[in-house]
């Protein structure tokens, strides 16, 4: 599994991988930077009233942020084991059925300001974006999908 694999096998794959994609292995970086600036645009337009609405039954605006922070924290978590050459363990992989985690994690991320929760998101958001260490991960392999995004 490519998880264990150390980052400089990583970043021989990323070159196998970089060739057979034609140099497009950068793609998402683009589209990572418009849509953070499309959340910034758009956190910086809702009122705490805004943030506070429900989405569904479950979620507030700020909770669907704050949950986007979580996983993309989890994201980062990851490129960080990378930028210090560790390798990916068995538990660094995500489950396959992430629900409980989701539903354990929905009542803390409720608990946070709803402006608070949407800064921490951009924040994350921001410290994600154009992170070269993510190349490794982000070359076009399905295994990797838990890190995307």
Not at 31 to 58: C, F, H, P
Not at 79 to 86: G, S
Not at 123 to 138: N, Q, T, Y
Request: proline share 4%; hydrophobic share 45%; aromatic share 8%.
């Amino acid at each position: 599994m490519l998880w264990f694999l150390s980052r400089s096998r990583l970043q021989r794959r990323l070159r196998a991988d970089n060739a057979k994609l034609g140099g497009m292995e950068r793609s998402y970086a683009a589209d990572n930077a418009r849509e953070l600036e499309r959340l910034r645009a758009l956190v910086s337009k809702l009122s705490d009233q805004d943030l506070g609405s429900m989405v569904n039954e479950y979620w507030t605006v700020a909770g669907v942020l704050g949950h986007m922070a979580f996983w993309d924290g989890r994201a980062l978590f990851l490129a960080r084991k990378l930028q210090r050459d560790e390798a990916f363990t068995a538990s660094d992989t995500e489950p396959e059925n992430v629900d409980w985690i989701n539903d354990s994690t929905r009542p803390l991320i409720h608990a946070i300001p709803p402006r608070q929760a949407a800064e921490v998101a951009l924040r994350i958001g921001m410290l994600l974006d154009d992170r070269p260490e993510l190349d490794c991960l982000l070359a076009g392999d399905p295994t990797h999908r838990w890190l995307v995004r």
